[in-house]
């Protein structure tokens, strides 16, 4: 286990340890509240990790390498944006697919690109945002939250 990992552990063991302490009864509320989230959306969890294997199943280490690999950076970058922008997926089930897909020899930059837009830009939640929002600052917020996804997946590639 690393440091970061095992920092985690102690952080949030304190912070529970902390709640009982204040009030006990919300903080098991609060559990049972969670385990029941939880029992719904399992099913979910379980189909998107199943969808997750069979791509990385039929698509092949060698062709994610070529694709999203150190050769073609940029146009693999923006590719990547553009598709981790337009694709809706929980961030949760998001994290550890853009692992497999390092794993399986994708570069840093395009990998963060897709993990990045994936969580910042809404291309399907669009046309809900202008509604409740308006037109200015739904294109506004997504073009710069496009802008800044690709700029963090370069300082990414730059610190990894």
């Known amino acids: 286990m690393d440091f970061l990992t095992l920092a985690l552990w102690i952080v949030t063991g304190i912070g529970f340890i902390?709640?009982?302490i204040k009030d006990k009864k919300k903080t098991f509320?609060?559990?049972k509240m969670s385990r029941n989230m939880m029992k719904n959306m399992i099913g979910q969890i379980i189909g998107i990790i199943?969808?997750?294997g069979l791509i990385l199943t039929f698509?092949?280490?060698e062709i994610i390498k070529n694709y999203l690999g150190k050769s073609n950076a940029i146009i693999s970058t923006v590719v990547?944006?553009?598709v981790g922008s337009i694709t809706l997926i929980p961030a949760f089930i998001a994290i550890p697919l853009v692992g497999s897909l390092v794993d399986a020899g994708a570069?840093?930059?395009p990998a963060a690109a897709f993990l990045t837009t994936l969580t910042m830009v809404g291309f399907v939640t669009f046309p809900l945002e202008k509604q409740e929002f308006g037109l200015k600052f739904a294109l506004t917020r997504n073009s710069l939250s496009f802008i800044?996804?690709?700029f963090i997946a370069l300082v990414m590639g730059v610190l990894m």
């Open 50 to 52: 199943f969808l997750i």
């Open 18 to 20: 902390i709640s009982v």
């Open 59 to 61: 698509i092949p280490p």
């Open 107 to 109: 570069s840093i930059v």
């Open 29 to 31: 509320k609060s559990m």
């Open 148 to 150: 800044f996804a690709i």
């Open 80 to 82: 990547s944006a553009i």
